[in-house]
């Protein structure tokens, strides 16, 4: 190819990727609206012409303003009352998307076991209603729930006698948002305030909007109780909004931004590095002096310190295991939040949730989260609050 066939055809490549990332969105709306349409209204039920008709008018109406919804709720207008339709949304149909794909198994069954239409169809849209709906209000219980404390040892062989015991709480993706939560806020805060923490950690994603949208949910932080640090980074929504913004809010709520630096932390004559870097996503923010940046944070830290990490990302390890890390702490997945989206987080992530060893060193815990990204629901992966007691060999 020439240098003139190729300087035509890259701006041909570029034009096509647009269009290639509009067909497979339109494709999978058409896909997660399509298929609990056709299991619940049209595949052999033989309802009714007027429930086949108010059904799927109700399917295409919530297909035709899902889009509107998430772009006046996550784009620039911002819209809280859109963000709460739209998320509501997509949590319900992903659900019913899942079932419906289930309760098809369910008809294979059913056909083996000779049961005919339009008995077995109708069999089957019943038991993918119920479950959903079960789960979907169960779901939403679980997500605006104070979540449950969960409870961790982690064995640190360099950490010295005088820290061994130390508790480290672990709150991470809060996402304070549309939903105001400032009740549920307060709530996470006290719990936090009887554990008895030496260290508070806050590893990102703590809210979907600016400060001053969220001023009132993130207040309650600023209650945090800890005896030796309280310490934050950002997340990968942070850089949706104003991340320099909650960096300084945090502080000004008596934290300590780790913005790709560390703090050292004493007890009884032992001491600890405690470091943070920026989320994976900050570099490619556009904003400056903002990227994850490990060697900066370790900066002057003393190589025979052990070091505990704040990173919003699992996959953040990788650089964590090659500058020496004892313990990365993360949150970002939620868990997977919705079953079974899990699969799809370990596609991108090294983990979903736990603790984890990489390297001969470094350990690596990943919170399923304190809070909830848009759907408000969580099935089968509840929220925590973490205490990680660290241990000495």
């Not at 939403?140 to 961790?152: C, H, Q, W």
């Not at 005896?227 to 950002?234: M, S």
């Not at 990365?328 to 899990?342: E, K, L, R, V």
Request: aromatic letters at 6%; hydrophobic letters at 50%.
């Amino acid at each position: 190819m020439s240098v003139s066939e190729a300087a035509q055809a890259a701006p041909r490549r570029r034009s096509v990727r647009p269009l290639a990332a509009v067909l497979t969105i339109v494709a999978v709306l058409l896909l997660l609206f399509g298929v609990p349409w056709w299991t619940l209204v049209v595949a052999g039920a033989r309802w009714p012409a007027a429930v086949v008709v108010v059904g799927t008018v109700v399917f295409a109406g919530a297909l035709a303003a899902f889009p509107a919804l998430m772009y006046l709720g996550h784009g620039r207008r911002h819209r809280d009352w859109a963000a709460r339709a739209g998320d509501t949304i997509l949590g319900a149909i992903w659900v019913v998307f899942v079932w419906a794909v289930l309760g098809n198994v369910l008809r294979v069954a059913l056909v083996l076991a000779d049961v005919a239409d339009p008995a077995r169809s109708r069999i089957v849209a019943a038991a993918t209603v119920g479950v959903s709906l079960l789960l979907l209000l169960w779901g939403y219980a679980e997500a605006m729930r104070v979540p449950r404390v969960r409870r961790v040892d982690v064995v640190m062989p360099r950490l010295g006698a005088g820290l061994d015991g130390v508790r480290v709480v672990l709150l991470t993706d809060t996402h304070y948002g549309p939903i105001n939560r400032a009740r549920w806020s307060a709530g996470v805060v006290a719990a936090v305030n009887e554990l008895d923490a030496d260290i508070v950690c806050h590893t990102g994603d703590i809210a979907d909007g600016t400060v001053s949208e969220r001023l009132e949910q993130a207040a309650p932080l600023g209650d945090v109780r800890a005896r030796l640090a309280r310490t934050y980074v950002t997340g990968n929504h942070e850089y949706l909004g104003e991340a320099q913004g909650w960096l300084d809010h945090m502080r000004e709520l008596g934290w300590e931004p780790l913005h790709n630096r560390h703090i050292v932390v004493e007890r009884a004559g032992s001491r600890l590095v405690v470091a943070g870097v920026d989320d994976a996503t900050a570099a490619s923010s556009g904003r400056p002096g903002h990227h994850a940046d490990h060697a900066a944070a370790l900066s002057d830290a003393d190589p025979d310190l052990p070091v505990l990490l704040l990173a919003h990302q699992p996959k953040q390890v990788d650089a964590a295991v090659a500058h020496g890390v004892d313990l990365q702490i993360s949150g970002h997945t939620h868990g997977g939040q919705i079953w079974p989206f899990h699969y799809l987080v370990r596609v991108d992530q090294p983990t979903v949730q736990g603790l984890s060893r990489h390297g001969e060193r470094t350990q690596l815990y990943t919170s399923r989260g304190t809070g909830f990204w848009g759907p408000p629901f969580r099935v089968f992966a509840p929220s925590e609050i973490t205490v990680l007691t660290l241990r000495a060999a």
